[in-house]
C-alpha cells in the first residue's frame, strides 16, 4: 500500500513540473549536458562576461599566495590554543567567495569573510548574535538570527598585504571586534 502512495505521489509531482513547463531529467541526459538547459528553463543562467572578470580577480588573489597565508595563520592560532578556536571554509572558483574564516563564542558568531567584487577583492567582518528560543532551537539552522551586522569592509590589493595586516584582521576578529583591534584603512592609489 505504500508503495502505491508514493507512485501516486511522484504522478502528481510530474504532473505538476510539466504543467510549469519543467522537462524531467531521463537517460538520454545523463551525461554533464543535462544541466546547461535545467538552468535556461529556470532562468537562472548569467551572461559569462561578469565571471570571467571576476575569475580574473580571483586568480589574481590565489596567486599571491594570500589565500595560503591565511589559511597558515589559522593553523599557527589552532595550534596555540590547543583546540580549534577558527574554522577556515574555502570556497571553489566561481564563487563571489573566497575564504569565510569563523570564531564562536557564546552567544555571538564572528566572521572575516574574503571575496571578489568587479572592483577587487574585498575583506568583511560580520557577527550574528545566536539565540535559542522556543522549540525551533532543536533544529538546524533555526538558532541564528537573520540580523547581521557588518563591523569593516575594506578593499584591498593581494601583493599589497603584509603579514602584520593579515595578524591585525585576526586580532579584529578574535577580540570580537573591539575597536582598538579595527585594522587601519589603507587608501587605495589607483593604478596607472
Not at 163 to 170: S, T, V
Amino acid at each position: 500500500m505504500a508503495d502505491s502512495s508514493c507512485v501516486t505521489c511522484t504522478a502528481q509531482e510530474s504532473d505538476r513540473d510539466r504543467g510549469a513547463g519543467l522537462e524531467p531529467m531521463n537517460a538520454e541526459n545523463e551525461n554533464l549536458s543535462w544541466i546547461k538547459p535545467l538552468l535556461a528553463q529556470l532562468n537562472l543562467l548569467r551572461q559569462s562576461g561578469v565571471s570571467v572578470d571576476l575569475n580574473t580577480i580571483r586568480d589574481q588573489l590565489e596567486r599571491s599566495g594570500l589565500v595560503e597565508r591565511v589559511r597558515q595563520v589559522v593553523v599557527e592560532i589552532n595550534g596555540a590554543a590547543g583546540h580549534d578556536i577558527l574554522e577556515f571554509l574555502g570556497f571553489q572558483p566561481r564563487q563571489r567567495s573566497v575564504v569565510r574564516i569563523t570564531y564562536r563564542s557564546a552567544k555571538v558568531y564572528f566572521a572575516m569573510h574574503i571575496a571578489v567584487r568587479m572592483g577587487g577583492p574585498v575583506v568583511m567582518f560580520y557577527s550574528k548574535s545566536r539565540f535559542f528560543k522556543g522549540f525551533k532551537r532543536y533544529f538546524r539552522g533555526h538558532m541564528w538570527t537573520s540580523d547581521q551586522a557588518m563591523e569593516f569592509e575594506q578593499e584591498f590589493r593581494p601583493h599589497e598585504i603584509t603579514e602584520d595586516d593579515i595578524r591585525a584582521w585576526f586580532s579584529f576578529l578574535l577580540s570580537g571586534f573591539r575597536k582598538r583591534f579595527r585594522p587601519r584603512i589603507r587608501q587605495l592609489i589607483p593604478l596607472e
